[in-house]
Every structure is written in structure tokens, then in C-alpha cells.
């Protein structure tokens, strides 16, 4: 029996249905960032911060649905992956955190410009995440059905 997902709808597990928003909207941000920086139209900017927000707001919701299955199937815990995972998260959480306290603090277009590095940074935490987060499913076959 392989190390199940707790938080299911009809077998298909939450975090999962969760993931690609926060994968979009972090994405979308750093892309808008980029754009920003192409043609300095303030739509860019401010779509990025907002874009950065939306990311937190999601992150939040597939984060919990994650840890609950953490914490509640013990196999996950014993997957050096799912530490990864979650360390790998929790980074992310911070970055994108004060990503978005800075770029409010000195507005979209201030904050496109001098922190498009954060942009970055938490897209290629993401990739190292959802890469690990890829080894559990089809690695760990955590949350499949037999």
C-alpha cells in the first residue's frame, strides 16, 4: 500500500488540484517582471505584485492541505523528498513574503525593478520543490492509488 494523500476529493488529492496556481503564480510574476523591464509599462509592475500576493495567498492554502498530509501519514515523514519538500516550501513562504513586504513598501514599479532578483529566486525554489515533489508521487508514490 503506498503512503496515501489525507485530504482528497473523490481519491484525487488536494494539494495536488493546488500546486499548479501557486507554479502560475509565481511564474506570472517573475514573467511580469521581465515585461516590466522590457517596455517599463507600470500594468507589468503592478501585475507582478499582485501576481506575488495571489502566490502567498495560494502557497498558504496548498501548503496546509501538504503539511496536514505530512503530519498525518507517517511514511511521508520518513521520505528524505518530503523533508525537502517541505524545506524547500517553507524558503519559498519566507522569499515570497518579503518579496511582497518590500515591493509594497516602495511601490510596483520601485519594487519591479529592484526586486526582480526575488522574482527569480523563488521560481528556481520552486523548481527544486516541485522536483521533489515529483519523486514523491512517481519515485515514493505518495498519494497514489494502488
Not at 507600470?42 to 492554502?61: K, N, T
Not at 524547500?88 to 518590500?102: G, K, M, P, R, T
Not at 509594497?104 to 520543490?129: D, N, T
Request: net charge positive; glycine share 8%; hydrophobic share 55%.
Amino acid at each position: 500500500m503506498n503512503p496515501k494523500s489525507t485530504v482528497s476529493i473523490a481519491g484525487h488529492p488536494v494539494h495536488a488540484m493546488l500546486v499548479p496556481f501557486v507554479i502560475a503564480f509565481y511564474t506570472g510574476a517573475l514573467l511580469c517582471d521581465i515585461a516590466y523591464a522590457s517596455v517599463m509599462d507600470p500594468f507589468w509592475a503592478r501585475a507582478a505584485f499582485w501576481l506575488v500576493g495571489a502566490g502567498i495567498v495560494a502557497s498558504a492554502a496548498a501548503a496546509t492541505v501538504g503539511l496536514i498530509d505530512f503530519v498525518a501519514e507517517p511514511r511521508v515523514r520518513e521520505l528524505r523528498d518530503a523533508w525537502w519538500h517541505l524545506g524547500a516550501n517553507v524558503l519559498l513562504s519566507l522569499v515570497s513574503i518579503l518579496d511582497w513586504l518590500l515591493r509594497h513598501e516602495v511601490g510596483p514599479e520601485a519594487g519591479s525593478k529592484a526586486y526582480v532578483w526575488l522574482s527569480g529566486l523563488s521560481v528556481l525554489i520552486l523548481l527544486f520543490s516541485g522536483w521533489k515533489g515529483g519523486q514523491l508521487v512517481y519515485r515514493h508514490r505518495v498519494g497514489v492509488k494502488n
